[in-house]
């Protein structure tokens, strides 16, 4: 049986495979090198020598062949004694035993065992895939031309304290235009205020604001401003102006409803009305003829009373309305 398939695969992770009672094989580690008169390039290597007076059984071959071929280690000691066997009488006969990429054996006259390790060999793992090259320095290159040129080059000059600060006495201004500017418009103001700080508030609000306005034939709507309610024209929308100051609002009674919104369910609009009962808020719940239910916030006796309070409650609630029932 052959087996230095064996060897050979147990001398890449390791430094020392002992055949029993033949010798034993020890990889030797050179790091890379450059040959500077041929110009070739090493890499790493772990080249083979053979130790003949290392003979006894570590059972590391023994356990190898025993595991590859799910032996008895008893099987596996045989198989080894019968190659050793083989290769000494082999060795007697004066024939060159060779060990494929590893070397070859021969015994001298005077009866000693000669090892001539294979020079292409490299059992160094790190060294997978890497070949030496040949490469040579490149013709009429001398560092030392490039230090003086350096050396001799003008220093880079740097820029004065004075252009510095003028440099950021004209853009510091510029940023902080860039930035205040659009706080100061209208830029963010339109979504911010659009924004409902009353989670009911949504899609449904709008749905039921527009069946609200089919309903205004039977209902009297009021959108006009408290600062221009004088003599006002029931019928008649004017623009919102910006949110007043917050009013406490006074408990009254009277024609003129605060409504906050109109939803299909109740269950909502139930909801909503705790939310302003919590703020102190005299709230109350009916039925539009279109099927809605309408909250209202608070009832007011005037018409001016009515519009400072929806003015003050469309800060949080955009969309609030008065209705005169």
């Known amino acids: 049986m052959d087996i230095t ?29 450059i040959d500077r008169d041929t110009g070739i390039f090493y890499p790493p290597v772990k080249r083979i020598s053979f ?3 290392l003979t006894h059984n570590d059972g590391l071959l023994t356990g190898r062949i025993s595991e590859r071929f799910r032996t ?3 099987d596996a000691k045989k198989r080894v004694e019968e190659f050793v066997w083989e290769i000494n009488r082999k060795l007697e006969k004066g024939e060159k035993l060779l060990f494929d990429h590893i070397g070859t054996f021969i015994r001298n006259p005077e009866g000693n065992i000669l090892f001539e390790p294979d020079k292409n060999a490299n059992y160094h793992s790190g060294s997978y895939g890497l070949e030496s090259f040949q490469c ?11 230090v003086i040129s350096r050396i001799d080059r003008s220093p880079v000059r740097q820029a004065s304290m004075r ?26 103001r ?13 899609a449904e609000f709008e749905n039921n604001r527009r069946a609200v306005d089919e309903d205004s034939a039977a209902e009297i709507i009021i959108t006009t401003p408290a600062e221009e309610i004088s003599d006002v024209h029931l019928t008649e929308t004017v623009p919102e102006p910006p949110p007043a100051e917050p009013v406490t609002p006074p408990v009254s009674e009277g024609p003129y409803h605060i409504i906050t919104g109109s939803f299909q369910t109740e269950e909502n609009a139930l909801t909503q009305s705790e939310i302003l009962k919590a703020e102190g808020y005299n709230t109350e719940i009916f039925m539009a003829s279109n099927g809605f239910y309408r909250v209202s916030a608070m009832r007011c006796r005037d018409l001016q009373t009515a519009a400072v309070i929806r003015d003050s409650i469309s800060k949080k609630i955009p969309g609030t309305w008065v209705l005169k029932r």
């Open 51 to 53: 130790n003949r007076n």
């Open 190 to 202: 339109a979504r911010i205020e659009s924004a409902n700080l009353y989670p009911l508030v949504t």
């Open 163 to 188: 252009k510095i600060m003028w440099r950021a006495a004209v853009i510091i201004p510029l940023l902080a235009a860039i930035v205040a500017v659009p706080l100061k418009t209208d830029l963010f």
């Open 72 to 74: 008895g280690y008893d």
């Open 136 to 146: 040579f320095p490149v013709e009429g290159y001398d560092i030392r031309k490039q």
């Open 5 to 33: 398939a064996f060897i050979r695969e147990l001398l890449f992770g390791h430094d020392c495979v002992i055949i029993p009672g033949f010798g034993a094989f020890i990889g030797n580690y050179a790091s890379a090198r």
